[in-house]
């Protein structure tokens, strides 16, 4: 269609930046009158009506569009993905439904076109779709997968296998309201997405108010999906085998009248107008059913079946991705938009229904788009140990505060994939109790308790972050050496975090039982690579790995992450009795300052030990001692905090929401370390040092830490066998001074 000046005159200006229009027809007359929601109203009154069906088609092919326009206009980006979900997408928003996560990151662009049609996107400047092509996939812009920056996008998405979790915490902290949650099917390949929604509904079978959508297209990133081969009545069996009681399966091909060649897979953009309607029709009943069903207390799940990039410029795996060929005047991008152009007044219709659904824009309306309310914790029973006293076993300091904050804050969740009686931390199962549905007293367990223990740490992981995210307190707890399964989550949480327009509580987690306590069972439990993995997070600017030196040091740790709002904090500490070596007093100095000095013998030590961990410590004063007694003056600084020993340049704090700039000063750094040798110590990797060897104007360092494991009867001979041993300490210091 060619747009007169009269016509351009008219154009809602939205449109400005849409290329091609078409002519309305006579349904459009027909079944466009006006808006199906009307005024006042946030969902279609009747999903059967007409109307209803015919301006969910528009709205599916609007998105399609947006989809296509909006990645080709930088010929990057992922629009088949998402064009094969579009029915299901354009539904569940007709019916009123806008809190929707995604698993899926690739189909950013279709969820950012989602924004910009309900007017979200005006939260950023974008009003246009010129502006929306101007935006996409620049800084300060539309990340090319989705973010917390985003106005109106409930969680991020990264790694396949994550967007299940958001859906779950949603469904938990907000009854009544429903979460659906897109899962490509090249991530239900990943094992996890059903095992989590499995041990959740196991978990807490009351909670159904969430509501997986699969996009069962058959094409993965660059090949058919693993489930591609999967009938349907399989497919239907492998959901009810995870407990869902009810399965919506909607199959474009039942509704083929193009006879499409190529397998189970068609698109059902290629059918007839009356076949494309009567499959919307089908796909906004099925949506409809199941989010009534899920809201009245059904686990349901819906799944669009239909061929990966329909609608848009290829087929298959091949419409994955677009490549520098794919600019608007490629001749598939082209005619692929020609096809799927709409009449101007159907964009207008579509904006209005966009716009009134769920009660106006997702930015303003979704759970995620205002600061959700805490219950006060009031002062935290910490404990004050006696510095020399007997040793104490920090993690279980750390749980009796755990055990406070989860009475007062019921929403609160501890999450263990390798049971917290490993970690010391029995207390809190004691307390807070395991949810199962088996009440046993034995082993703290019943209904409705707050630690939950699949034995996954993706799902361990996945829930207390995504519980943070939206707004609710929440505990990891894990073996050091198994967190690194749980990771991608927490990261991709705690960077959408540095990126969020609202403060929300901090994601924490205790790491326990680290590779110097876990000598007996060999290599497989000690992987301190997951320090060298934080210690590049650190940088991001709202990451904290943060290493208390005894039972007071760790209650300081944990009231301080308490309070702080959109950051990630990692507590590593050990479940082995261990000396008190400073007063909670000094653990909130050590926390401020990034470290504390533990011993000094004179004013002016030769050397300096930089160590990381409360175990490490071990060997150091050991060595401190010996050296002494050669006349070698010594100090022993315990690196609490590492992040604030970096310099500010260091790190992108500034970038981040809720931003924090605290860095110790050159002099206070000068008073920790200033020496005449160096030398750092760690039971873990030696990354975690780098913010003291940055800094540090020593000439002569030296670093021990951690090299492999082995299957040992003592912590003390797994440090040996790393060379963390006193002997070894002495003799590198004595060469060093020479």
């Given at each position: 269609?060619?747009?007169?000046?009269?016509?351009?005159?008219?154009?809602?200006?939205?449109?400005?930046?849409?290329?091609?229009?078409?002519?309305?027809?006579?349904?459009?007359?027909?079944?466009?009158?006006?808006?199906?929601?009307?005024?006042?109203?946030?969902?279609?009154?009747?999903?059967?009506?007409?109307?209803?069906?015919?301006?969910?088609?528009?709205?599916?092919?609007a998105l399609r569009y947006l989809t296509l326009q909006?990645?080709?206009?930088?010929?990057?980006?992922?629009?088949?993905?998402?064009?094969?979900?579009?029915?299901?997408?354009?539904?569940?928003?007709?019916?009123?439904?806008?809190?929707?996560?995604?698993?899926?990151?690739?189909?950013?662009?279709?969820?950012?076109?989602?924004?910009?049609?309900?007017?979200?996107?005006?939260?950023?400047?974008?009003?246009?779709?010129?502006?929306?092509?101007?935006?996409?996939?620049?800084?300060?812009?539309?990340?090319?997968?989705?973010?917390?920056?985003?106005?109106?996008?409930?969680?991020?998405?990264?790694?396949?296998?994550?967007?299940?979790?958001?859906?779950?915490?949603?469904?938990?902290?907000?009854?009544?309201?429903?979460?659906?949650?897109?899962?490509?099917d090249g991530g239900l390949g990943e094992p996890y997405v059903l095992s989590a929604f499995g041990h959740f509904h196991t978990a807490f079978p009351e909670i159904t108010n969430f509501l997986p959508v699969l996009v069962w297209n058959g094409f993965s990133q660059e090949h058919h999906s693993m489930v591609s081969t999967v009938g349907n009545e399989a497919m239907i069996n492998l959901w009810r085998a995870q407990g869902f009681e009810?399965?919506?399966?909607?199959?474009?091909?039942?509704?083929?009248?193009?006879?499409?060649?190529?397998?189970?897979?068609?698109?059902?953009?290629?059918?007839?107008?009356?076949?494309?309607?009567?499959?919307?029709?089908?796909?906004?009943?099925?949506?409809?059913?199941?989010?009534?069903?899920?809201?009245?207390?059904?686990?349901?799940?819906?799944?669009?079946k239909q061929l990966k990039g329909a609608g848009v410029h290829a087929h298959g795996a091949k419409s994955h991705n677009l490549y520098a060929q794919h600019t608007l005047d490629n001749p598939d991008i082209v005619s692929a938009l020609q096809s799927r152009a709409l009449p101007p007044e159907a964009w207008a219709l579509v904006r209005a229904n966009f716009e009134r659904a769920g009660g106006g824009p997702a930015a303003r309306v979704a759970v995620t788009e205002s600061v959700r309310p805490l219950p006060q914790l009031g002062e935290l029973p910490c404990e004050a140990f006696e510095v020399g006293g007997p040793a104490k076993v920090a993690t279980t300091a750390m749980g009796n505060l755990v055990a406070a904050v989860g009475r007062a804050d019921r929403s609160f969740i501890v999450s263990n994939a390798d049971g917290n009686e490993a970690s010391g931390i029995a207390n809190i199962n004691q307390a807070l109790r395991i949810v199962h549905p088996t009440a046993d007293a034995l082993y703290y367990q019943e209904p409705g308790g707050q630690v939950y223990e699949?034995?996954?740490?993706?799902?361990?992981?996945?829930?207390?972050?995504?519980?943070?995210?939206?707004?609710?307190?929440?505990?990891?707890?894990?073996?050091?050496?198994?967190?690194?399964?749980?990771?991608?989550?927490?990261?991709?949480?705690?960077?959408?975090?540095?990126?969020l327009r609202?403060?929300?509580?901090?994601?924490?987690?205790?790491?326990?039982?680290?590779?110097?306590?876990?000598?007996?069972?060999?290599?497989?439990?000690?992987?301190?690579?997951?320090?060298?993995?934080?210690?590049?997070?650190?940088?991001?600017?709202?990451?904290?790995?943060?290493?208390?030196?005894?039972?007071?040091?760790?209650?300081?740790?944990y009231t301080w992450a308490l309070g702080t709002v959109n950051k990630g904090i990692a507590i590593f500490a050990s479940k082995t009795p261990l000396p008190v070596r400073i007063t909670l007093d000094q653990g909130r100095q050590a926390l401020a300052e990034g470290a504390i000095t533990l011993l000094q013998s004179s004013e002016t030590p030769r050397v300096t030990f930089a160590v990381v961990g409360d175990m490490a410590l071990l060997p150091v004063f050991e060595a401190a001692q010996s050296l002494a007694a050669l006349?070698?003056?010594?100090?022993?600084?315990?690196?609490?905090?590492?992040?604030?020993?970096?310099?500010?340049?260091?790190?992108?704090?500034?970038?981040?929401?809720?931003?924090?700039?605290?860095?110790l000063s050159d002099e206070g750094f000068e008073r920790l370390f200033g020496t005449e040798v160096l030398v750092g110590v760690t039971g873990g990797a030696g990354g975690m040092l780098e913010p003291v060897f940055l800094r540090s104007q020593a000439r002569r360092r030296e670093t021990f830490c951690w090299k492999r494991g082995e299957t040992t009867a003592s912590p003390g001979e797994l440090m040996a066998f790393n060379g963390l041993t006193a002997a070894s300490l002495c003799e590198r210091v004595q060469q060093l001074l020479l």
């Open positions: 269609m060619v747009v007169t000046p009269q016509q351009l005159s008219t154009l809602p200006a939205f449109c400005e930046g849409i290329q091609y229009f078409a002519e309305p027809g006579d349904l459009f007359a027909i079944h466009s009158k006006q808006p199906v929601i009307t005024q006042g109203q946030d969902a279609v009154a009747d999903p059967a009506d007409p109307e209803a069906v015919f301006q969910t088609l528009l709205a599916a092919d909006i990645t080709a206009s930088k010929a990057s980006g992922h629009p088949g993905g998402f064009a094969s979900s579009a029915e299901a997408v354009a539904a569940l928003f007709m019916l009123g439904h806008k809190n929707m996560p995604t698993e899926v990151g690739h189909h950013a662009p279709g969820y950012y076109s989602a924004m910009f049609l309900d007017r979200s996107l005006e939260a950023m400047g974008i009003e246009t779709v010129a502006q929306l092509r101007e935006r996409y996939r620049e800084r300060h812009g539309l990340l090319g997968h989705l973010s917390g920056f985003i106005p109106g996008i409930l969680s991020p998405a990264g790694p396949l296998g994550q967007g299940q979790h958001f859906a779950m915490a949603g469904a938990k902290l907000y009854p009544g309201t429903l979460f659906p949650v897109t899962i490509g009810e399965v919506f399966l909607v199959d474009a091909k039942s509704f083929d009248d193009q006879d499409q060649q190529g397998g189970p897979y068609v698109d059902s953009t290629r059918f007839g107008f009356t076949q494309r309607l009567a499959f919307t029709a089908a796909v906004l009943a099925a949506a409809h059913r199941a989010a009534q069903a899920a809201l009245g207390g059904k686990l349901c799940v819906l799944i669009i699949p034995l996954s740490e993706d799902a361990c992981a996945g829930l207390a972050a995504a519980l943070s995210l939206l707004g609710c307190r929440s505990l990891w707890c894990s073996y050091e050496s198994f967190a690194i399964n749980g990771l991608p989550i927490w990261q991709t949480v705690t960077q959408a975090m540095a990126e609202r403060p929300t509580p901090s994601t924490v987690c205790l790491f326990t039982a680290g590779a110097l306590e876990q000598g007996r069972n060999g290599w497989t439990h000690q992987r301190p690579e997951i320090e060298n993995y934080f210690a590049a997070l650190m940088r991001n600017g709202n990451v904290y790995p943060v290493f208390p030196v005894d039972a007071n040091s760790i209650q300081a740790t006349g070698i003056a010594g100090r022993i600084v315990s690196v609490v905090n590492p992040r604030r020993l970096y310099r500010p340049s260091d790190v992108a704090w500034q970038s981040c929401s809720e931003a924090d700039g605290e860095f």
